[in-house]
């Protein structure tokens, strides 16, 4: 859980000047401030009325609060001036301001002077030193690193290994014979001394001897480090096209990957495990500080409206909670770019949504700890390992895995190619007089095309679905079965498009394939198992709930909310003279706001 509050150069620096909105624990907020961290993030800008501006207006308040209680009790910590250079210098360098004259043209551009600048890089390197502090004193126990290594055996999976010999010969002709005569039975050591460089051909990589990864077989083509992990057993590739060569690969050896034994991996599971502790402490730290805020409200403007939303057992989730939550989702700001109706989709799915994963992160965390489940870290990293244990023994059925492989089957379909040439003639006799021609004498096609008054288009490489090629042409390269061998190349029929006649020449055509689940079997049982995993483990915590008792305030207090919404658009406008006295703390509330009186910010 890292953070930091460290000041940005593109944000304005007028704290100084403003007006005092609220205090905080008695330090004063005012407009100004307010108005430098709603300038320092763009989500602020997206809405500034109706419930969603609301929403943002509660978040920009409860940002303020965090970090003027975060502030105040970091005040203690004794940050060096040299500390503060270091980190002046370094913001300097990262923003190309290295030239005083360029430095203090940035400061004067913000609102902000070099002594005000250092005040606030100050504060932000004592709450991060503060932050330190309450992270120390952690200590990770044997038990507790094992039980996170049984909960989390993706994460110490050693590399599949492979022993393997490689070819590569310059004609695909010859690379088919190798694999017929390996396929026979001939050694394929003797084949690769017959066929090595020394002889024409091109060891690929793979000494044969050793079992080791994909990046230590030395083989520089990638399309045949593939085929040979994806052959996924001892055996022989089939001919593989690589650049200008073609490659077989003989796999002595396999050695999937497997879970490394706990001694080999203790230290990063201690760490891991030390990591979830430390993010435990700075939660339980920040909600502490929160909670025990007392915020007095000296401008109804800014009111802070803060209710309890839901309460699981006797631990509270305050709205506050819910929108720092929801607008930290980075598709938010997408979904608020819709208009007006982006709000009913925030009210009607995310909310409800957001909120019922934080009522499970609470739940999760009472369940776990009352039944002394070894689960550490923050409450979404409980929740996530009590999932995982309730789900560890969850495994695909073969019916599962075979449906889960015909349903999507395109995701293991490798696109046909080809490079490609096309001739065009104004009518068919030219081109089926130039087909013959070519097919009988074979040579440069560009020019004896143009020579036969063709028009030639070099396309290149394509791939099956390439907009740029007509899909009459594509058909008749990657299925039609008709092409004819000519030179370097083959030729298509005369084919007729657009009203025009053409004559394809194609190279290195890879025809379109479907995988087959042999070949995909791991990708497709994977796939399945978290599936079936995450389906279940939502099941499970449903069931966890009715243990606890849980109590969802969201639609009241989002009816609540539209009222208070309506209530202040329907206000007319504000007269100026009435306004002189809005910040004083005698001025009334409106209904459900928080009054002018010291109160914990929790409440």
Sequence with gaps: MMFSFLPLLNSSQTAQRGTPVMKVNGVTITDAELEQLRAGNPLFSLSSEGVIGDDLKTLLVSTAIQRAVLNQD????????????????????????????????????????????????RESLAVQKRAEEVQQGITVTEAEAKAYYDLHPEEYQSE??????????DSEAKAKQIRQ?????????????????????????????????????GIQQREVADAVFALGKPGLTDVIKSGNKYYVAKVERFLPAQTKPFAEVKAAATSAVEQQKKNAKIEAWLEGLNNSAKVEVLDKTWAYNNPVVAKVGKDEIRYADLVSALYSNQQIAQ??????????????????????????QRVAAQLAREEKRPFEGSRAEVLASYQLWATRDVKPTEAEIRAFYEQNKDQFTVKGSADLTTATFKDRKSASDFLTSYAANPGNFTQAAAKARGTVNEIGKF???????????????????????????SLSDVLEADGKFVVLYVKDVVKPTTRSLAEVREQVEAAVTSQKRQAEAQAFIAKQREKVKVENNLEKVLEQQQARVDAESAKPPADPAAEEGAGSKDSEPAEGEQPATEEPAGH
Excluded: H, Y
Aim: glycine share 12%.
């Design 74 to 121: 970091a005040e203690k910590v004794r940050v060096s001036n040299g500390d503060v250079n270091a980190e002046v210098q370094k913001i300097r360098e990262q923003n190309g301001l290295t030239k005083n004259q360029d430095w203090a043209a940035a400061l004067q551009q913000t609102g902000r002077t070099d002594a005000s600048f250092r005040k606030e890089v």
């Design 160 to 169: 599949p290994r492979v022993q393997v010999r490689v070819i590569g010969v």
């Design 181 to 217: 005569q390996a396929a026979g039975g001939a050694d394929f050591a003797e084949l690769a001394e017959q066929n090595g460089a020394a002889n024409g051909g091109a060891v690929g990589g793979g000494d044969g001897k050793t079992l080791k990864p994909v990046e230590q077989l």
């Design 335 to 360: 979904v608020l770019q819709q208009g007006p109706q982006a709000e009913s989709f925030v009210n009607q799915f995310f909310k409800p949504q957001v909120l019922d994963g934080l009522i499970n």
């Design 463 to 489: 791939e099956e679905g390439d907009e740029r090629v007509n899909p009459v042409f594509q058909k008749a390269v990657l299925e039609s079965g008709r092409l004819k061998p000519a030179g370097d190349g």
